[in-house]
């Protein structure tokens, strides 16, 4: 596997080869869910194609308020981790090299960033569009692979592909849950044993809403009345939107999800499941 560090080293590597090229673009901090990604990049790649892997801290998705140097960064492991799941490529740019003192372009949706995570993390998705464009066109793959736990991101960086006309192929992974339900997320390890026996208790209130329930309002009622109960927790957000626009779901006409966003002590913990269309 090749550490690529430098815009020119993966220039040089990307002009080689040929075929599929399937890109896993991470913050680092890698953990099964992350594992999951790069394993099913391998497999779409092939045995002719390439899978290559980016772990970049991207500094200006985070908030003012939001800590981007307590975030982990383990990396020799995570290297390990790209090597065990088959990555050709780990790409490893540094901040100065990715924002120069005076940059002035940025990527911004308009629509699609303004509700649920939107709200509380204003300049969030600014931050990861521009730094998902910018790694587009450094890597030039054929296709990029992103979870759907984060299920917003997906359809915002679908929607940027699509009106900035980026030639890549954007390919989803489900969420990868721990035994207990709890989606994996590098945030878990923030929480203490007490908040990490309770976090699958938001996960089962959703489930258990959209087992009983149809109406999309009263399934968000549900999962508010049932995270109240869990000690430490303060919901963000419940809200049952368009699996496309995000917009608020009116009825099961169309595919729902259902997203979620709960602090449990200092810990924000997001989570979502689908709503298949009700005939
Ligand atoms: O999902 C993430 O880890 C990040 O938002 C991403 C897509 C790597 C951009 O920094």
Redesign the pocket.
């Known amino acids: 596997m090749k550490s690529l560090i430098t815009m020119e080293s993966v220039r040089a590597w990307r002009k080689k080869i040929t075929g599929k090229v399937v890109f896993v673009?991470?913050?680092g901090a890698l953990h099964h869910g992350h594992e999951a990604l790069i394993r099913d990049a391998r497999r779409l790649a092939g045995l002719k194609g390439s899978v290559v892997v980016?772990i970049?801290l991207?500094p200006i998705?985070f908030g003012p308020r939001e800590d981007v140097a307590s975030y982990p960064k383990p990396l020799k492991n995570d290297i390990t981790v790209c090597r065990r799941a088959g990555a050709d490529a780990v790409f490893l740019p540094t901040v100065a090299d990715m924002y120069g003192p005076d940059r002035s372009v940025f990527v911004d949706e308009e629509s699609l960033s303004s509700v649920l995570c939107g709200r509380s993390r204003p300049g969030h998705f600014r931050?990861?569009c521009t730094?998902?464009a910018k790694?587009f066109n450094i890597v030039q793959p054929t296709h990029a692979i992103?979870?759907e736990k984060?299920w917003q991101?997906l359809a915002i960086?679908r929607r940027m592909v699509r009106d900035l006309n980026f030639p890549v192929e954007i390919v989803t992974a489900p969420t990868v849950r721990e035994s207990d339900g709890l989606a994996a997320s590098s945030r878990n390890a923030y929480l203490t044993a007490e908040e990490r026996a309770l976090a699958p208790l938001i996960h089962a209130a959703m489930q258990s809403a959209v087992e009983k329930l149809k109406d999309p309002v009263a399934i968000v009622r549900a999962v508010a009345r049932a995270v109240e109960k869990i000690p430490g927790a303060r919901l963000d957000y419940a809200e049952t939107v368009d699996s496309v626009t995000l917009l608020p779901l009116k009825n099961r006409k169309s595919a729902g999800r259902l997203a979620v966003a709960v602090f449990l002590g200092k810990t924000r913990l997001i989570d979502n499941i689908g709503l298949p269309p009700h005939k």
């Open positions: 673009p991470t913050m980016s970049f991207n998705q931050g990861v730094v998902v790694l992103f979870g984060d991101q960086i």
